[in-house]
């Protein structure tokens, strides 16, 4: 009778301890239900990967193959479609109503954009956001619009200073912590080695630091107030525009701006650039360059106000045409790729910056010299207006950029001339200065 | 039409009468010029009257539909009227376009007259001075018209590619060029017009062979009779060119001017990809102007046909002057 009682018991314990597992493994992913058989969802879906196809590409579409071994019956058709060109694409074919892809990687500024239009699922009340909480705020934030969700954060970044530690080491500098230590780093640099210290380049993403760094900002969104023109971001474009008079900076050209930087930086003939962490990948496979050793990354240096840096980074949205029969699928194809597991993954192969707090926690993340470089730097990030004008606040300041640090002009009337055009084109609804 | 209103009978039956009569009479040619008009109406007149109606609202994508639904992915739509739809607003694009307020108009204005005169100036005369050259017997003409043929028959991209990278500050073979002979480095697309010369010599390169060829066919067909008349009669070279090859060429030259001009005032790709517009958006021209401004960022489809309606105008006005000196030449055309 014991021994039976014994054996009962230990029965019955087995039995709780299943069904506590089974409750567990239900509550930790309601996918699980449905997962229960992955092969019975069935549908063909398309996917515009925005990174870049040579560099980041490969480490996505081993990702796909990953989810076809759970999900057998979804074929995914994988396009890579260059980042400069997405957004117009996107644009027209949702406009038609025809052709756009199924699930879209979208810039953190195109969501709100899309979203006002119409162009997208709102996901509230899937189980994309069961987790919520265990996103990043800062990036989480780039997603929503009017009160709704529109996509999940895939990867998050921001601008730090990227240097080469060989050439810093034999300069003999410390890492510079504000733009003043900078300056001196880079003139240092160049007397001691030969090598230009410093690429600031002249578009209107990469003055932000300094903006920031003085306590500026573009708009201010919850005084529906523009002020790009304040005298905060006079005195930023002022440090900016000093680096390169003394001589610290290399003289940024207007066309291939980017470019010249990083061609520069990956020959070793300039020793700081101000770059975010989607370069990783590239500066380690450049022959001659030393690899990701050789590759410092520090949060971008302070003004006098503090260090700031834009945030940036990329979402999975999925396009409101998608038909509702395939919308369970589309929902199963991003909670794979987003998954903790999906962007440890990402982190260990590209150096992505994960945007769920519990993938920092993974072991091979934690040990990644790269992305803990980053993460203040990402921690630190100053977010963007998140407005579906958002996107339309560069190329105004792309030009003031380069008129303000290639052709010399004065830095307020040009910061003027912005404001205007905000009024007039942009948010016609703001008051300005 | 007097007699129509007065008595309203013999207009009724007159008109399907006359119809009918010429029906009867020709119904093969209206059979024949009735698609035509139905492809040209739907083609052309339909977008260019639709053009001109939208550049009279605000309308831009944002605020096209007059209400915006959101799905949500867990089933169900909500759909909410558009606060901002879009409305009539009369002449107020034009007001915006030509005070300045929205974009550069004139800048682009004057861009777009230095980069059109120059090119097509610089298209006709070297054009016409390589056919001359081409036109007489000599060795290897067959290659030397493929060579100078050849920029043709390249992409348009390609070379603009090409010729940007020559150009390039700090890569490009130019500069490099010119450290040879110890001129420092130029840094072509800093300033305004370095830039635009970047994007003139492009066109130029792309241009030239166009104009040679078609200048080409038109000097073959100058009888020889002439030339041989006007040698025994002692004309030097270049009286045989002023008085038989500049005249003859004439209906030729007239043709490939005004074509010329049209194109390179429309030439997109160039200005698009060699300067980027840059510095700082001073090379645009009114093309490339219009486009980045309508659609780049949100898409305004009334500030694109504003600029649209501009720039045909400004193409009529000038085509209707230009036939005009051409009649009171004498040129039937």
């Known amino acids: 009778m014991r021994r039976i009682n014994k054996g009962l018991a230990a029965l019955t314990s087995v039995a709780l301890a299943f069904t506590i597992a089974a409750c567990g493994e239900e509550k930790s ?248 962490p989607w370069e990783v990948n590239n500066i380690k496979s450049a022959p001659g360059f030393g690899g990701v050793e050789n590759l410092g990354v520090a949060p971008v240096p302070a003004g006098s106000a503090k260090a700031g840096a834009p945030i940036g980074g990329h979402d999975y949205v999925i396009w409101s045409g998608v038909p509702q029969e395939k919308a369970a699928a589309a929902v199963a194809f991003v909670k794979f790729l987003n998954s903790a597991e999906s962007q440890a993954f990402l982190a260990e192969k590209l150096g992505l910056l994960p945007t769920r707090k519990s993938a920092y926690d993974v072991a091979s993340v934690k040990s990644n010299a790269v992305v803990s470089a980053f993460k203040p730097v990402a921690e630190a990030a100053v977010s963007r207006p998140w407005i579906p004008e958002g996107g339309q606040f560069f190329g105004p300041l792309d030009q003031m950029a380069t008129e303000v640090l290639i052709q010399n002009k004065d830095a307020k009337a040009s910061l003027d001339a912005v404001a205007n055009k905000y009024k007039a084109e942009v948010v016609p609804s703001y008051a300005t200065n | 039409m007097s007699t129509v209103t007065a008595d309203p009978a013999p207009g009724r039956v007159g008109l399907p009468t006359k119809l009918r009569q010429s029906w009867d009479k020709n119904w093969s040619a209206w059979a024949m010029v009735v698609p035509v008009v139905l492809v040209l109406a739907i083609l052309i007149f339909y977008p260019l009257i639709n053009g001109f109606w939208i550049s009279f609202t605000n309308q831009t994508e944002a605020n096209q539909l007059a209400e915006i639904c959101t799905k949500s992915i867990t089933g169900g739509e909500v759909c909410k009227e558009n606060p901002n739809a879009w409305s009539f607003v009369g002449l107020d694009n034009y007001a915006n376009v030509l005070s300045g307020k929205v974009g550069e108009f004139w800048m682009w204005t004057a861009n777009t007259l230095v980069w059109t005169v120059v090119g097509v100036a610089f298209h006709y005369g070297l054009g016409l001075g390589l056919a001359v050259m081409i036109n007489r017997q000599m060795r290897f003409r067959g290659l030397y018209r493929v060579l100078l043929v050849l920029p043709w028959a390249v992409p348009a991209f390609v070379s603009a590619f090409a010729w940007k990278f020559l150009f390039n500050e700090r890569f490009g073979v130019i500069n490099e060029m010119l450290g040879w002979v110890g001129v420092d480095p130029v840094a072509w697309f800093d300033s305004r017009w370095t830039s635009m010369f970047t994007a003139v010599v492009t066109n130029i390169w792309l241009g030239v062979p166009f104009m040679m060829v078609a200048l080409l066919g038109g000097m073959q067909s100058i009888s020889d009779e002439l030339y041989e008349a006007a040698e025994i009669d002692g004309a030097s070279p270049w009286q045989r060119f002023r008085a038989i090859t500049l005249p003859g060429l004439r209906p030729v030259s007239m043709t490939v001017i005004l074509l010329g001009t049209i194109w390179t005032f429309n030439m997109f790709p160039i200005i698009f990809l060699v300067t980027e517009g840059q510095p700082a958006g001073q090379t645009e021209i009114l093309v490339t102007g219009a486009f980045r401004a309508a659609f780049e960022g949100l898409r305004n489809y009334s500030l694109a046909s504003t600029y649209g309606v501009l720039i045909l105008s400004i193409l009529l006005v000038f085509s209707v002057f230009y036939r005009r000196v051409l009649r009171k030449q004498g040129e039937v055309w």
């Open chain 1, 29 to 276: 992913g309601s996918t699980e239900t449905k997962a229960a058989d992955p092969a019975s969802l069935s549908a063909e879906l398309t996917w515009w990967d925005t990174s870049d196809a040579k560099n980041e590409g490969p480490a996505f579409q081993e990702l796909i193959a990953n989810f076809n071994k759970t999900y057998p019956n979804v074929k995914i058709n994988y396009q890579s479609v260059p980042f400069a060109e997405a957004q117009n694409k996107f644009k027209t074919a949702a406009a038609a109503k025809t052709g756009a892809p199924d699930i879209l990687r979208a810039e953190v500024a195109w969501v709100p954009e899309f979203a006002s239009l119409g162009y997208l699922y709102s996901l509230d009340g899937s189980e994309l956001l069961a987790d919520e909480s265990d996103y990043l705020a800062a990036p989480m934030a780039s997603t929503k619009f009017d009160g709704k969700t529109y996509g999940v954060p895939q990867v998050t970044d921001s601008l730090a200073l990227l240097y080469n530690k060989e050439l810093v080491q034999k300069a003999g500098v410390e890492v510079p912590k504000t733009w003043a230590e900078l300056k001196t780093a880079a003139q240092a640099v160049k007397q001691k080695t030969g090598v230009d210290g410093l690429y600031v380049n002249a578009a209107g993403y990469f003055t932000l630091p300094f903006m920031y760094g003085e306590g500026g900002d573009l708009v201010d969104t919850a005084g529906k107030k523009i002020v790009v023109n304040s005298e905060q971001n006079v005195a930023g474009l002022k440090v900016a525009k000093d680096l390169i008079d003394s001589g610290a900076s290399v003289k940024p050209s207007a066309t291939d701006g980017y470019g010249t930087m990083m061609t520069l930086f990956k020959e070793k003939k300039v020793a700081f650039i101000i770059n975010g």
